[in-house]
């Protein structure tokens, strides 16, 4: 039986150890990585590709390499150790990285999901092979929305690589230097120190042995990183050893059901409405019996589906998924589109009709003229043909839609639209007495034309925003952007109303019910555009909108550059420094709130004016630390406190600025030199606080007391304000306690 102390001793040490499991298992480690080469054997003198294999933890993703690292979102890169046994050839590719188009960041970024892949070519010049290097490197999660930045060492020696022959020379077959080849960034006579981040991970090796510590005696480095451009280069299909990460399939649900939803537009065009009581009356007074008239109605359907469907197979092989990363990203697809969107909406407006060649016409006619089931197949045929003046613009709208996604996309887009569109004709064939119920063909079928002619105008600016933002033009920022908007929808509110008439519009005696609505919400859509002319974030329009900081003339900002747009004598005295931020040259907080980039500097200034800190544990390359300050701290009553009540430290653990001789350390979590801001404030947070995610929000006292349960990424700003307050709180509670 135990004692009543060892009793204790024993809880105690199970406690103990119970809380450094919890602590440890908040420090993660989402991607793993691992080192292959192409050809286990070379010669001197022969190429041979490294090659870097991650796998990603579920809700993960990993940033690529060969997007414009001035973007925001941190790029991988990789830097490799000069030495005399190779030299590098080309620039390291990424295989195959998805792409997406940020409007947060105002461009686009490649990224990896489940797996992912890199490839350096090298040319070994000597038999004593030894590459090493070091990767840094961000993942991130949209599900609790944290972000995390990495890097780690790397080797590869006569264990990976086994060299035969004689030393070659150490120039490239052009007589440059390996050093000097396009695309590589090379710092000479930079001194290398060790550094990795505070969370480090040991990659899975092909031979752990032979991997030794990146270190400090290599003088200089490459920093090689892949080209900021569209053209991709691609390794062979067979030398890929991972596959192309499936598609999102919830996205592909969802752009499944607006290719459904346009396919039943489709149907109330003046080109496709008055056909359906026609194929069907053909179908019914042409068969023997009601099930023979069901098999052919079902044979029409499923061919209608058929055609589309191969349409968005062939666009699918056209381009492909490297056709689609150029679609989404080079100025002239995106401007071809905005053109091609125009042309529709002319189109719809009555100006001229897009129709095929009548010879297509005649020769499909006459296909569906023999009758049998060929005959039905080339009738579904005939009916694409006929009524692409009307479905050809909602078509070509949802393959554009498409094709700066996955290669799949295209045949789901047109899976959907076909499904809606030849439902009806199959329905009506199986009851034909809802025929009975349906409208009678008139006036309205030119205006839901029409309607759709407003949106494709309004859709297209959205391709020329695509290409604006990317150049950095300048010709479409948001406040031009929106004032287009309100007009386009101001007109189709007006039109709505009978107040404007096209070419090919009947008389509107009166206004039905059903255009009143549509037009009441029009005119709401416009009311609620209106306010974004002055700064308003219009959140539930972001990802079609350009960014924020586009725009000229922002009430918010010139708010916050008087003060919250308050003269008084409080506020001014809330936002008042003690002292100049260390790096405020190029470190700034939003919303105009000022604020320290430094801790000491923060701790010091808030024992002068007896607040708490906040903590905001950030980086560059973070998306969700934008997207909370986008989203919660804009909020008035959030601002309030955070200026007011609060002394703000803004600690970026993923920036590269080198610190004062002074203030470099070693680390007594991971034994090495920390250098930099970023790897400070990095090391910071994961000794003191165990976690490794940003964005990480702390308060804490001058003497980094925690006065309240740190908490992350959450968009509802009820929580954040109760955070905030319960740290307010805390923090007088803890003064009144040491005055007593």
Avoid at 68 to 88: C, H, I, Q, R, W
Avoid at 161 to 178: C, L, M, N, R
Avoid at 328 to 347: C, D, Q, R
Avoid at 562 to 588: M, R, V, W
Wanted: aromatic content about 14%; overall charge negative; charged content about 20%.
């Amino acid at each position: 039986m135990l004692t009543h102390k060892p009793l204790k001793l024993l809880l105690t040490i199970v406690l103990l150890w119970l809380f450094a499991f919890s602590a440890v298992a908040q420090v993660l480690k989402p991607a793993s990585w691992s080192y292959d080469v192409s050809k286990k054997q070379v010669t001197v003198g022969e190429e041979v590709e490294l090659i870097f294999n991650v796998r990603i933890d579920k809700d993960w993703y990993l940033y690529s390499s060969d997007f414009d690292p001035e973007l925001g979102p941190m790029v991988t890169e990789f830097k490799f150790a000069k030495n005399p046994s190779y030299e590098l050839v080309g620039k390291i590719v990424p295989v195959k990285p998805k792409k997406k188009y940020d409007d947060l960041w105002g461009g686009e970024y490649t990224y990896f999901v489940g797996t992912a892949q890199f490839r350096q070519k090298i040319k070994v010049l000597k038999p004593e092979l030894v590459v090493k290097g070091t990767y840094e490197y961000q993942v991130c999660t949209d599900v609790d929305g944290r972000c995390i930045p990495f890097d780690d060492d790397f080797t590869f020696t006569n264990k990976q690589i086994q060299v035969t022959g004689k030393a070659a020379s150490t120039t490239t077959t052009t007589g440059a230097p390996a050093a000097s080849q396009p695309g590589q960034t090379i710092a000479p006579g930079t001194k290398q120190t060790p550094e990795t981040p505070a969370t480090t991970q040991t990659p899975i090796t092909i031979d752990s042995a032979a991997s030794p510590v990146f270190g400090q005696n290599d003088a200089t480095i490459d920093t090689v990183t892949a080209p900021q451009t569209t053209e991709k280069v691609q390794p062979a299909a067979e030398d890929v050893a991972f596959t192309e990460p499936a598609p999102d399939k919830d996205d592909l649900w969802a752009f499944m059901l607006v290719a459904f939803g346009s396919g039943l537009v489709a149907l109330l065009t003046p080109c496709v409405f008055p056909m359906v009581p026609m194929t069907v009356s053909f179908f019914t007074g042409s068969s023997k019996s009601r099930s023979q008239a069901i098999v052919k109605a079902l044979v029409y359907g499923l061919s209608i589906i058929a055609i589309y469907t191969i349409i968005g197979t062939v666009v699918a092989r056209l381009f492909g998924a490297d056709g689609a990363n150029f679609i989404s990203t080079h100025w002239l697809p995106n401007i071809l589109f905005f053109l091609i969107f125009l042309v529709f909406a002319m189109s719809f407006f009555g100006m001229f009709e897009i129709t095929l060649p009548s010879s297509w016409l005649t020769k499909i006619d006459a296909q569906a003229d023999r009758g049998g089931w060929i005959g039905v197949f080339f009738m579904a045929f005939t009916l694409a043909l006929v009524s692409f003046s009307c479905t050809g613009p909602i078509v070509g709208s949802i393959l554009v839609a498409s094709a700066g996604g996955e290669t799949i996309r295209p045949i789901v887009g047109m899976f959907g639209f076909s499904l809606a569109f030849a439902l009806p004709f199959t329905l009506f064939a199986i009851f034909p007495s809802w025929l009975s119920g349906l409208p009678k063909s008139g006036g309205w079928l030119n205006s839901v034309k029409v309607v759709l002619g407003f949106i494709e105008l309004a859709l297209a600016l959205k391709f020329l925003s695509v290409a604006d933002q990317v150049y950095h033009w300048g010709i479409l920022d948001r406040e031009v952007y929106l004032a287009l908007w309100i007009v386009i929808f101001t007109l189709l509110g007006f039109y709505l109303l009978g107040k404007l008439k096209f070419s090919h519009d009947s008389d509107l005696k009166y206004i039905s019910v059903p255009r009143l609505f549509f037009a009441i919400v029009t005119f709401g859509f416009v009311i609620y555009l209106i306010p974004g002319m002055f700064g308003a974030p219009l959140k539930a329009l972001s990802g079609y909108l350009p960014p924020q900081a586009s725009q000229d003339f922002d009430l918010n900002t010139i708010a916050a550059r008087n003060n919250n747009g308050g003269p008084t004598t409080a506020t001014i005295a809330a936002n008042q420094l003690c002292e100049t931020p260390k790096y405020s040259d190029f470190l700034h907080l939003p919303h105009g709130l000022q604020g320290y980039f430094d801790l000491e500097q923060a701790k010091k200034c808030a024992a002068e004016q007896g607040k708490p800190i906040f903590i905001d544990f950030t980086g560059h390359g973070c998306v969700n630390c934008r997207e909370m300050e986008a989203n919660v701290w804009s909020d008035p009553a959030v601002l309030k406190r955070l200026r007011e009540e609060y002394v703000i430290a803004a600690l970026y653990v993923d920036d590269k600025t080198d610190l004062p001789e002074g203030e470099k350390y070693v680390s007594k979590y991971d034994g090495k030199e920390k250098a930099t801001i970023g790897k400070k404030y990095a090391d910071y947070q994961i000794t003191k606080f165990n976690v490794n995610a940003q964005p990480y929000y702390v308060l804490m006292d001058e003497n980094e007391n925690v006065l309240v349960k740190p908490i992350a990424y959450d968009l509802n700003v009820d929580n954040f304000v109760k955070f905030l307050d319960a740290g307010v709180a805390a923090y007088k509670a803890k003064q009144s306690i040491a005055q007593q």
